[in-house]
């Protein structure tokens, strides 16, 4: 089976432990994935371009930040992300400016990613998606944790995959959501290059970081069979 990448939602991490875990998480995982919200695209707050920025300058690792914003130029200028890190844009928020928007990011020499809601079909990328670095698929609604797979989203995935290799385009695919010991096999099977991990998947695993890490690869071997420990670290 595929091997995909892990990425931590930071919004679900202890906010007390913030520096600690994040040096344990450095040595353990593949990217970061930051959301921010402004209570007005979806009715919940989570973290900040500040805090966003300031993570930018200790860590090591590549930051997905998902802007979860009714005003994504307003954001985008808030963040100072580096070319690793990836602007990723509610599809619905961008309608108006996807190219702009795109544009700007390219020339802040970063990534440009797309987020597609339950409800946003596939189609809505259709104008721009050779622009698109990253495409994620929001396997829940947008902005809670804790809520359980959406089964209609498999399809979506499917759809994705085919579609850029019908068209060869080069935008990774990340799912987002309910992702856990109940469905880490059928996502691992989607043809997804990225996971996103929250609550039930990592950090409620266990009282400490570093045993919730182990209990979620255990567990994510157990359900798929792949073994993500670190490469320098593998057998």
């Given at each position: 089976m595929t091997r995909p990448k892990i990425a931590p939602s930071l919004m679900c991490m202890n906010p007390m432990n913030v520096?600690?875990?994040?040096?344990?998480m450095d040595r353990e995982f593949d990217l970061y994935h930051v959301d921010i919200m402004d209570a007005h695209f979806c009715p919940n707050m989570a973290l900040t371009p500040a805090f966003t920025n300031e993570l930018r300058r200790h860590s090591t690792l590549p930051i997905d930040v998902h802007l979860m914003v009714e005003d994504p130029v307003m954001f985008t200028e808030m963040l100072d992300l580096g070319p690793q890190?990836?602007?990723?844009y509610q599809a619905e928020t961008i309608e108006r400016n996807a190219f702009r928007l795109s544009s700007r990011v390219a020339d802040k020499g970063s990534k440009f990613g797309v987020v597609l809601s339950p409800s946003t079909p596939l189609a809505a990328i259709e104008g721009y998606k050779e622009r698109i670095d990253l495409l994620t698929i929001m396997t829940v609604d947008t902005g809670?944790?804790?809520q359980k797979l959406i089964p209609e989203m498999l399809l979506k995935i499917k759809q994705a995959v085919e579609l850029r290799r019908e068209y060869g385009l080069k935008y990774q695919i990340q799912l987002d959501g309910a992702c856990n010991r109940s469905t880490f096999r059928v996502?691992?099977?989607?043809?997804?290059?990225?996971l996103i991990v929250g609550n039930s998947g990592l950090f409620s695993l266990a009282s400490t970081l570093p045993e919730a890490i182990d209990e979620f690869r255990s567990q994510f071997l157990a359900e798929t069979g792949v073994d993500l420990t670190p490469r320098d670290r593998a057998a």
């Open positions: 520096q600690r875990d994040i040096e344990v890190d990836t602007y990723s809670f944790a804790g996502l691992n099977n989607a043809g997804a290059d990225i």
